[in-house]
């Protein structure tokens, strides 16, 4: 069988604690690659008394013998990127930057944050961070390349031209922009920081499968933000599912293996948008006081609610899911009772599909009893019996097998079943 890559794809609205199974995933993989999104993405990884805050370095940098790579399918910002890589002082030759990814650039926050407060009460409720105009730019084609940054005039010069065509949006928009020489200037000095790790990342890649290397795919965000397949306009600007994972990178669908896709026990979301078993009494507030649901890029609150099994089992088709790892069930410790969403009703119709439009689907759900403590616990025959049924309960209901369960936010307080 040819060598293949794994991969980790977010089942949910992103936030479901990928970041702890990258992490423990990225200690065996000899390359860790990012296909898609940019800094809108963030997890904390703690490491003895050190905090590292990744937004867009893949997670094997903390693995000192892995390679790292950011590949086409990336919105990169220079500014942020370059700040993310102060963390660390021994990055050349172990990362590397697709030349095909594309610039993020700071006028595109400006942009990002100025159509936000032009929608009102429809804003999207995005990060903030510009994601939205760079792929807007990239598919339009009128973006620029990382591998761009490496002549900073001439790219000093194609990024004016493209302020000409757009200066009225500019002026409307209140964005300042800045002049040729100041471009040169800024351009310089990304340049002048980068220039080692851009490459192409392609031929790299290609070659790691090649030689039998393990690799790691790290998704980012999560299937319902996925601009085709999640709750559109209220969604990234990346394909977030296992199939952008072959063109963000540029290897085939048979290059990508083992699926595993990451879900809460519970659900959350952060921004505005359909959210059908989003909970907001009680037990919602009690679920992101628990589950210390607020953002990391961010710093706003989620939105919390109950797991949403018809949306984690479109999850599971559309990714190709061969398992799940179910994070944070120690939240639900503690509570009487347990719901979850297994149907929708729309037009007093009962469906156990996604729809078009979810923001017409109301919650239809069954409830399980709770159960005390899970916290902590290392094998599925020590959870209590009611905490086993629940996992056993949605397996049946989203077809896939919860082959990792975590129990807190310890790296060992997680249970691996055997295949
Ligand atoms: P954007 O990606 O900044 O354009 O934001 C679009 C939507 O995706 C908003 O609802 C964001 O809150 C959401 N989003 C983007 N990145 C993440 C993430 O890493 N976790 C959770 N939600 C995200």
Redesign the pocket.
Known sequence: MANQADLIIGLQ???EGKGKIVDHMAQTHDYVCRFA??H???HTIVIGDQTYALHLIPSGVLNSSAVNVVGNGVVLSPKDFIEEMEQFDDLEGRLFISDKAHLLLPYHALI?QARERMKGDKA??????G??PAYGDKVTRVGHRVGELLDPPKLAAKITTYFEMYRGIFEVMGVELPTEAELVEELSGYKAVLAPYITDTTLLVWDALDSGKKILLEG???TM?DIDHGTYP?????TTVSAGAASGLGIAPRDIGRVTGIAKAYCT?????PFPSEDHGEAGQRLRDNGHEY????G?PRRCGWFDAVAARHAVRINGVDQIALMKLDVLDGFEEIKVCVAYEVDGRRIDYVPYDLEEATPVYETFPGWDTTRGIQSFDALPQTAREYITALEEMVGAKMGIISTSPKREDTIVRKE
């Open positions: 609205w992103g936030d999104g940019g809108n993405a963030g990002d999207i409720g995005t990060t903030g961070k994601i939205g980012a965000q999560g933000l209220y969604v990234t600007s990346s979301r952060v921004g505005n948008g953002g990391t890029t961010t706003r």
